[in-house]
């Protein structure tokens, strides 16, 4: 069975070959080549056609697919080729390269031994290698220059020099260098040498020298460079002497170059000379060197360039190019112009210099701050990193260069917006003074060069390229200097070069640009010859021309019915190449097809023709291994050939049938499948038994025989479960049962318990009953709990087993608990439990408690307890006891008495915009405690802009809409305790408001422009800017300021004050574009637009316009064309006059004239009246005019005016033209013709001007005279003329106007196209066209009574073929045309075809045809008879061709065409042949397709059809009919079903709360589908999910609400379920525990719980009606369906009604709260001492707000008034005594029920003396 091409993968393909090597002996060689292939191939080394093998100095690495053959200390017995074979199961390929072995130099001999010398360098055989190459110089203009190299190489290379690419003797004349032998003294036979010396060395001197070596093994070079630079100056003798100019002034004005800003100029000079002249650039007069932005080169083309980088205003001036040679000199020049942006730099950089590794500051300042920049090194962006530091502050714009290198070294640019750019040097101070550029880019094969200057002189350098150093033969150094010099550089140039010197580098990227080639030809006269068996010989031509670059053939091979054409090998030499039979990997016919290729590509195949069959001979490449199994395994046999071939398998000497897939043997029986797949043979033995041990297995093929035997050993025992690991989980006292069931029947197995090993006893018991092994636990502990494994043979059953206690419930408390302390008292918590060992947690706010000293942990029996034996106020919050899954909640609140303020602790700072909402918060350590709020001092009244609040012990002073008079410092006060706060009142950033965006405005010159910002605030201040500076106010220019509005007018813009203004608020900006234009230019006198003027001509003209404005420009036009001003038309202008003026103007300078200005234009038709017509002296004297009959007459007379009218009159009649008269106008010229004159034009002629009467004339008289008598005055001449060519006769009359009468052969002539006569005056002539030989006779002419003959005679002319036969080939039944062309046209009959030099035989099938010269034989339907040789022949020349008939070959008529069907459907492939009764194949993926239910096959005459059905995804792919060498393939596409909803969405009713699920079925389980609701896609959240599984598409909804109601939908593709709807039903929530009331002391919690009969349902709690919400002192929660109550710190004014509400349902309670006795919690001092006539306030706190107290002073109650007030907030009250006079002196009392305070109040000072 053949294996299809898609089966064998790819073959090999080399993607980088292995290269040539020289190396010296003893050195290192190393081979490389990069391989590919599917399967990855093979890869062997051989030499001499020997497979190599690794060794101490040969060695194989492998790098991925990269293969290299690593050869150690080489020495010349290694030399040869050797070739890379690659070989997979797809094809073969090889790939060979040289390794040459040079002798190494040989030291020079000591001169006192007497020892012949070594062999010279090079002396072996091989290419030319370098011994000494020249090195780069740099040399003073003048200096003579010697370049030297040495070769070696045998035979003895030959040297010679080139300059930049070209020969010495193209680039100077020979007087200029000299080429010598090098010397050889004491150095015998050292090799070939050539050095190149420069007499006087010029400044174009400077280049690329290299120098070539080669022989008949190779080509070598080295290069150097050489710099020849300009002596410095001396200084003039004389000191008073002026300086010699540098150039000549210039002669004429130089050329302007305009570039913007930032911009690149170049500047190119061409020139020629001989000798080659000297370059130099000057600017403004000076002498220009190279830098950083100044560069100077020599382009390809050899133009000498000035580039001048990033140009600056500083750069503009006069550059100047001056070249000079011994013959002369010459300059050119070009003033540069820098055109500087409108938008600058506020302050541009400035040149850094930096050391080595330090850092460089880069500065500048933009016009404004918002203005964003960008920094560039050259042309590379910069972004901001640890090296490239960037900083905006303001208008500032700073760089910071980190870590300097010297490839830091450069020009750095600044750029903002329009790419206005600033410019700065960084030089770098380090051992490089001049780095190398940052790219390099040469073509291939041209020179590059690289250049290094370094501080130190005579210091070395290290060049290197990607890491690894360069040879020393291209590096040259000479003092500061250091060079690197790559000749004729390649692609394997290319790189990083990095020159090092210590911690200093540079480095630049090589990029080498291919040089596009033409590929190589292809090779030719290639033919196939088939040998002896299974080998075929290929031979082969070179191609023509042969390339100019090394080359090799390229052989590949395609079998007959495939595709793919595989590599067989490469050659370098044509000639005839043997392709074995063992060169193919499966046996079939194969052909051949060859190719050139070399380094520029590949030439066509040219296909040998004819097929060969060949056969591959196997061996055998892993072979067949015993194999040992299980009983029960599966046993598979496999084995590796070379090749891939039919195989036969044995088992105990039986075959076994290859021929099915599977089949079975022997008495077992023993079931077996046979495998192939490529190159590997494979063999299963399915599900053996025991007894099978020992069978012999074998396998057999042409060329080779393996065997192997089979084993059978016991199967394993393994455990049948559990199969994954357990866990399980119990309780203390249960019974624990483990079991572990083996597939082999009392198999011992041993138990572990977290790796030990278990020991029987009471509490562990292990049993074994057949297969099963159980551990049992009778009363499970928790120490039990671990990981118990059962273990036998290698493998392992594990159980996690956990043992945990019974769940823990707490008795006490049920309901949370609060506790109130104050400082350093005793707080106890106690839970009680219902299992005295239960373990216990405490937490604190979701920290778990540890014990302390502030913190003991009691536990006795149930009872446990948390104690904080001197509670303080931070130890305060919620405490939980954890038992389990059980817990109870402690509320913990510790009152710190000694202060007041709980937060805040410290001052605060309030920062507020102003309106915004302010709220100051003090929290108190009691909720009845009274504050007083101050501001400044002085206490707050509460009011609409100041709200004051209290809630619980929280006091609010809260500012609605602050404003700026709201700042200060305010103070919660209590007692002496305060609180401080810092309110700071700012106004908000200003916002414009208008305009959002930018604004552009268009006005014209004079017109008033107004730029209006509105503000967010109207006393914002703006600054305006236009162009980035800040304008200045003017009367061109007046800032307004409205409100909130700002205004910029330009009361009378003009065009300068376009530009870009700015209006800038601080915070926000607004940008207007104003473009001002100039005024409409207007025409204001004439008013008329259009004006008819007449004028006398030959006069003066003038047209005359008024313009406004004066200074505008006008535009004169003369029928549609501007004129020019000249001294017969005159332009003027005066003021706002505008004048034309015609000094002399004539009639033709009437017409339309227009006078035009920007806007406007007016038009003058202008007309010139002319003055009467006069005749002018006649050309002929007006006396009669004698004439002979026939003769011509002309009547000529000139007018004072060119287009006056005329009439003319014969004897007093109207003459007209015709009738032999013509009458002509030439100018102011009137002519009367008369062609011939006659009798009847005798008389008197009038030419009258006008036909006024009266009006001037002019009369001519013409007399004719007898005609004369006709007779011939020459006679006719006789002709000979060839045929085709004309013949002319000719003879004269007389008199010229006779007639005459042509004869031939005595026969009247006609004239016609082939008969021309023609008469010119006396002269006749007749002309016959392209004679023929019938024309040949006698030609008469007569005139009158006389007659002249000549005889013609016409010559035959050669009939030749221009274009002769062609060998044609044509296919049996083809159509063919044999044609040629003659040199002229011939006669019916002029040629003949004949056929092996016979005429043609009579047959239907042949046809001849003439086109003019063209002449063609059709033969149709040819025959293999019809082959042979075909001739045209004529009288004169003859023509022959071969025509070659091949056998019918077959074709398709009509191809294959792709199918696409949906899975499932069927596919019919059609094609028709050429022939019928063709047997073809069919196959799918390269594997032959048989008749079945699912494949038809059909042929009906040339018509072939194949029907696949039943076709699925998988099917998909090629399908190919193949007959003979035909083939033919269409793509089959399978595509997949579209996706149907199989079962659809149905309608659902929820209740409220609940999970609603959608649910549909799909045709194909992976499809994506979208969840619509209401039309609108859904998203997954945490509520909604979409599920796919299988088939089955699901949205459940969670919790639904209401709003999820609506109708859903499904979509899949095209297909649609739904919508379908969704009800949310409301849920029904009934009371299963009804609140119970609760009676509780004023300060004391109460709990209320709820039980309702849903778990998810929301309640609401109200208090007296008001609802509750959890804060403070309220806490609510839920448990299920339990609600929870939770009210702390209880007060008399608490108690009501209790209201829970969930839904519907509903449940009261009442709350009763015992008020405690009135009290007072802050006393009056003892004594309070107050000044005359200031105001004394008492004040006390009770225990609870509301309570009533009575002020009495000495015993009697105080009664509010004028003096007296009496104040309450809360639990406080205060007594106010206001104006305090001495009498006010005494005892108060404050009584609040049973308690009482007392003060003594005294009063200082002495009362005021009343007037």
């Known amino acids: 069975m053949k294996a299809g091409s898609g089966d064998q993968g790819s073959p090999p393909c080399f993607l980088r070959f292995p290269r040539p090597v020289r190396v010296v002996s003893g050195a290192e060689a190393e081979l490389k080549c990069v391989v590919l292939g599917e399967p990855p191939p093979i890869v062997v080394w051989e030499k001499g056609g020997q497979q190599l093998a690794a060794s101490d100095r040969l060695s194989f690495p492998v790098d991925g697919a990269e293969h290299c053959l690593l050869l150690s200390g080489a020495l010349p017995t290694d030399a040869g080729v050797y070739v890379c074979r690659a070989r997979n199961s797809a094809g073969e390929a090889y790939a060979a390269a040289a390794v040459t072995v040079l002798e190494p130099p040989a030291p020079e001999p000591e001169p006192q031994l007497a020892e012949r010398p070594l062999p010279p360098p090079g002396a072996g055989e091989g290419a030319p290698v370098f011994l000494t190459g020249p090195r780069s110089q740099w040399v003073l203009r003048g200096a003579e220059v010697v370049l030297e190299c040495q070769v070696g190489g045998l035979p003895a290379p030959t040297l010679y020099w080139e300059k930049d690419g070209m020969a010495l003797d193209e680039v100077w004349d020979s007087s200029h260098f000299s080429l010598e032998p090098g010397r050889a003294e004491g150095r015998a036979g050292a090799g070939a040498s050539l050095a190149l010396r420069i007499l006087a060395a010029r400044l174009p001197d400077s280049g690329v020298y290299v120098c070539h070596a080669s022989n008949t093994h190779g080509h070598a070079r080295a290069g150097a460079l050489l710099q020849v630079q300009q002596p410095p100056e001396s200084p003039p003798e004389d000191p008073d002497e002026a300086p010699t100019p540098v150039v000549e002034p210039l002669k004429c004005a130089p050329k302007t170059f305009w570039v913007n800003e930032g911009k690149h100029a170049k500047f190119r000079c061409y020139v020629m000379g001989k000798p080659e002249p000297e370059i130099e650039w000057h600017w403004e007069g000076r002498p220009l060197l190279p830098d950083r932005r100044r560069l100077m080169y020599r382009d390809r083309d050899g133009g000498f360039v000035l580039k001048v980088l990033y140009c600056q205003a500083k750069d503009r001036g006069l550059y100047v190019c001056a070249a000079r040679n011994s013959a002369g000199q010459t300059l050119s020049a070009v003033q540069l112009h820098v055109k500087e942006p409108r938008l600058r730099f506020s302050r541009p950089l400035q040149d850094v210099e930096g050391r080595e590794h330090g850092i460089a500051v880069l500065e500048c300042k933009v016009p404004n701050s918002r203005i964003p920049t960008a920094w560039f090194r050259e042309d590379q962006r910069l972004l901001p990193c640890r090296k490239y530091e960037q900083i905006e502050e303001g208008t500032v714009r700073r760089l910071i260069i980190h870590r300097l290198k010297a490839d830091d070294d450069g020009v750095y640019l600044c750029e903002m917006r329009g790419r206005v750019r600033t410019v700065a040097n960084v030089t770098v101070k380090g051992p490089i003074l001049k780095r190398l550029p940052r790219k390099l880019d040469v073509f291939e094969g041209e020179n590059a060069v690289l250049l290094v200057e370094t501080r130190e002189a005579g210091v070395e350098g290290r060049w290197s390229r990607d890491g690894e150093d360069l040879p020393a033969t291209c590096q040259s150094s000479s003092g500061h200097m250091h060079a690197l010099v790559l000749p004729g550089v390649t692609r394997e140039d290319a790189g990083e070069v990095t020159f090092s010197l210590g911690n200093s580098r540079t480095t630049t990227l090589l990029r080498v640009k291919c040089i596009k080639h033409n590929p190589p030809g292809p090779p030719v006269l290639a033919e196939m010859f088939k040998g002896h068996r299974n080998t075929v010989l290929l031979t082969w031509k070179p191609p023509d021309p042969t390339p100019e670059t090394p080359f090799i053939y390229r052989l590949e091979r395609q079998e007959v019915g495939s595709e793919d054409w595989v590599q067989c090998f490469s050659i370098e030499k044509a000639g005839a190449v043997e392709v074995p039979g063992d060169c193919v990997p499966t046996e079939g016919d194969y052909r051949f097809r060859v190719c050139t290729v070399s380094e520029h590509g590949r030439s066509p195949h040219v296909v040998f023709h004819g097929s060969a069959h060949l056969v591959p001979t196997a061996r055998l490449v892993a072979g067949l291994e015993e194999v040992q199994v299980y009983d029960g395994e ?32 022997g008495p077992g029986p023993l079931r077996y499948r046979v495998e192939q797949r490529g190159l590997q043979h494979r063999l299963i033995l399915q599900a053996v038994r025991h007894h099978d041990s020992g069978a012999l297995i074998g396998f057999s093929c ?69 297969r099963k092994h159980r551990l049992i636990l009778p009363e499970a502990q928790v120490q039990d709990s671990g990981e118990f494994e059962c273990r036998t043979e290698g493998v392992s059953a594990f159980f996690s087993v956990t043992v945990q206690d019974p769940p823990v419930h707490i008795v006490a408390p049920r309901e949370h608990v609060f506790v109130h302390a104050i400082t350093s008292e005793c707080v106890m918590l106690t839970c009680e439990v219902d299992r005295e060992d239960a373990p216990v947690h405490w937490f604190k706010d979701g920290q778990e408690v540890e014990e302390s000293d502030f913190v003991l942990l009691e536990s006795e029996g149930p009872h446990h307890r948390l104690v904080l034996p001197s509670a303080q106020p931070s130890v305060g919050g919620e405490f939980q006891c954890v038992a389990g899954d059980e817990r109870a909640y402690f509320t913990v609140t510790i009152t710190d008495v000694s202060s007041w303020i709980v937060y805040p602790s410290g001052k605060v700072y309030v920062a507020a915009v102003r309106l915004e909402r302010v709220v100051l918060t003090c929290e108190l350590c009691r909720p009845w405690a009274e504050v007083r709020w101050t501001k400044d001092g002085e206490e707050v009244v509460e009011s609409p802009a100041l709200l004051l609040q209290k809630e619980d012990t929280v006091r609010r002073l809260v500012l609605p809409a602050v404003q700026l008079e709201d700042s200060g410092e305010y103070l919660c006060e209590i007692d002496d305790e305060s609180a401080s706060f810092t309110v700071t009142v700012t106004e908000p950033p200003v916002r414009i408001l208008y305009p959002r965006d930018e604004v552009t405005l268009v006005a014209v010159s004079l017109e008033c422009v107004v730029l209006m910002c509105e503000l967010s605030r109207e006393d914002a201040p703006v600054r305006w800017y236009k162009d980035g500076l800040e304008v200045e106010e003017s009367e061109a220019l007046v800032l307004e300021s409205d409100g909130p509005r700002r205004r910029l007018v330009l009361p009378a813009a003009q065009p300068q004050d376009g530009g870009e203004f700015v209006c800038d608020a601080g915070d926000d900006s607004a940008f207007f574009t104003v473009t001002v234009t100039a005024p409409p230019e207007r025409i204001v006198h004439p008013a008329a637009r259009s004006l008819d003027l007449q004028f006398r001509a030959p006069g003066r003209v003038e047209l005359r316009c008024e313009v406004a404005p004066a200074g505008s420009q006008v535009r004169w036009y003369k029928d549609g064309l501007e004129v020019e001003a000249s001294e017969a038309l005159q332009l003027g202008a005066e003021g706002p006059t505008r004048t034309l003026t015609l000094p002399h103007a004539q009639p033709e300078d009437a017409g339309e004239y227009v006078c035009e200005t920007r806007d406007e234009a007016v038009t003058f038709n202008v007309s010139l009246a002319e003055p009467p017509v006069q005749f002018l002296a006649p050309e002929a004297a007006p006396g009669p005019l004698c004439v002979a009959p026939g003769e011509p007459v002309v009547l000529s007379c000139e007018l004072s005016r060119a287009g006056a009218l005329v009439f003319w009159s014969h004897n007093g009649k109207p003459v007209q033209t015709g009738e032999g008269l013509e009458l002509r106008a030439e100018g102011p010229r009137r002519v009367l013709c008369i062609r011939a004159a006659d009798l009847a034009h005798a008389g008197l002629y009038t030419c009258q001007c006008g036909a006024a009467p009266g009006a001037p004339s002019l009369s001519f008289t013409v007399q004719v005279a007898e005609p004369p008598l006709v007779k011939l005055v020459s006679e006719l001449t006789p002709l000979t003329v060839h045929e085709g060519d004309d013949a002319t006769f000719r003879c004269e009359v007389s008199p010229p106007d006779a007639d005459i009468t042509w004869l031939r052969n005595g026969v009247v002539i006609t004239p016609g196209p082939q008969l021309e006569t023609t008469q010119n005056g006396s002269s006749r002539t007749l002309t016959v066209r392209s004679c023929r030989l019938e024309d040949a006779g006698t030609v008469t002419a007569r005139a009158g009574g006389t007659s002249t003959s000549a005889r013609l005679h016409v010559r035959e002319t050669e009939l030749l073929f221009l274009r002769r036969l062609q060998d044609v080939r044509a296919e049996e039944g083809q159509d063919v045309c044999l044609e040629v062309e003659t040199g002229r046209v011939g006669a019916a009959g002029a040629v003949r075809w004949v056929r092996g030099g016979a005429p043609l035989p009579p047959d239907s099938r042949l046809s001849t045809a003439q086109d003019g010269h063209v002449y063609r034989l059709f033969i149709h339907s040819v025959v293999l008879a019809d082959q042979g040789t075909y001739g045209c022949e004529s009288h004169h020349d003859r023509t022959l061709a071969r025509l070659s008939v091949r056998p019918k070959q077959l074709r398709v008529l009509r191809p294959l065409e792709d199918v696409t069907i949906i899975e499932g459907g069927s596919a019919t492939f059609q094609l028709e042949l050429s022939q019928e009764g063709v047997t073809g194949e069919w196959a799918r993926g390269g594997v032959r397709l048989q008749p079945g239910p699912k494949c038809q096959i059909q042929a009906e005459g040339p018509a072939h059809h194949l029907v696949l059905s039943g076709l699925g995804l998988a099917d998909s792919g090629c399908i190919s009919f193949t007959a003979d060498t035909l083939r033919c393939a269409a793509r089959l596409t399978v595509r997949e079903a579209p996706v149907t909803i ?134 609510i929660r839920q448990e299920g369906k339990k609600h929870i109550l939770v009210l702390s710190e209880l007060r008399a004014e608490d108690a009501g009604e209790v209201r829970f509400q969930a839904g519907p349902a509903q449940s009261v309670a009442q709350l009763e709260v015992e008020a405690l006795p009135l009290q007072m919690r802050r006393r009056p ?17 009770v225990s609870r707000p509301g309570g009533q107290v009575c002020w009495l002073r000495e015993g009697a109650e105080l009664c509010p008034g004028d003096k007296y007030q009496l104040r309450s907030h809360g639990p406080t009250h205060s007594l106010v005594i206001h104006d305090v006079r001495p009498e006010d002196q005494g005892t108060y009392c404050c009584q609040a029920g049973q308690d009482s305070a007392y003060t003594r109040l005294l009063v200082e000072g002495d009362a005021p003396l009343s007037t």
């Open 702 to 770: 042409p060329g080779v025989q393996d065997s192997a035997a089979l084993t059978i050993q016991e199967s394993p025992v393994h455990i049948l479960s559990p199969q994954d690991k357990v866990s399980l989980t119990f309780t203390t006292s249960d019974r624990v049962v483990l079991t572990c069931e083996l597939s082999r029947v009392d198999f011992p197995a041993s138990w572990y318990k977290d790796g030990q090993q278990v020991e029987e006893s009471e509490s562990l018991v292990v049993k074994m009953d057949g």
């Open 634 to 665: 599966d046993a598979v046999f496999s084995l590796d050939l070379s090749t891939v071939i039919q195989g036969t398998w044995f088992l105990n000497g039986e075959e076994l049938k290859s021929n099915e897939p599977e089949g079975q043997v």
């Open 1725 to 1741: 001092p003892r004594e309070k001492t107050v000044l005359v006539g200031r105001r004394a306030v008492l004040e006390v706190t």
């Open 1542 to 1675: 199989v079962r659809g969405l149905q309608d659902l009713e929820v209740t409220e709360g609940d999970t609603a699920t959608f649910e549909c079925a799909l045709s194909q389980a992976l499809a994506d589908v979208t969840w619509e609701k209401d039309g609108q896609p859904l998203t997954p959240s945490a509520r909604l999910r979409l599920q796919a599984l299988g088939t089955r598409r699901l949205l459940q909804l969670r919790r639904c609400s209401p709003l999820d109601a609506g109708t859903y939908s499904c979509v899949v593709g095209m297909a649609r379920t739904g919508p379908v709807h969704l009800v949310v039903c409301e849920r029904k929530v009934s009371v299963l525990s009804e609140l119970r009331s609760v009676s509780a002391r004023e300060g004391d919690g109460a709990t209320f719980e709820c039980t309702v009969s849903e778990v998810e349902t929301a309640g609401s709690w109200e208090l007296g009606g008001r609802p509750l919400r959890p804060g403070g002192r309220v806490r």
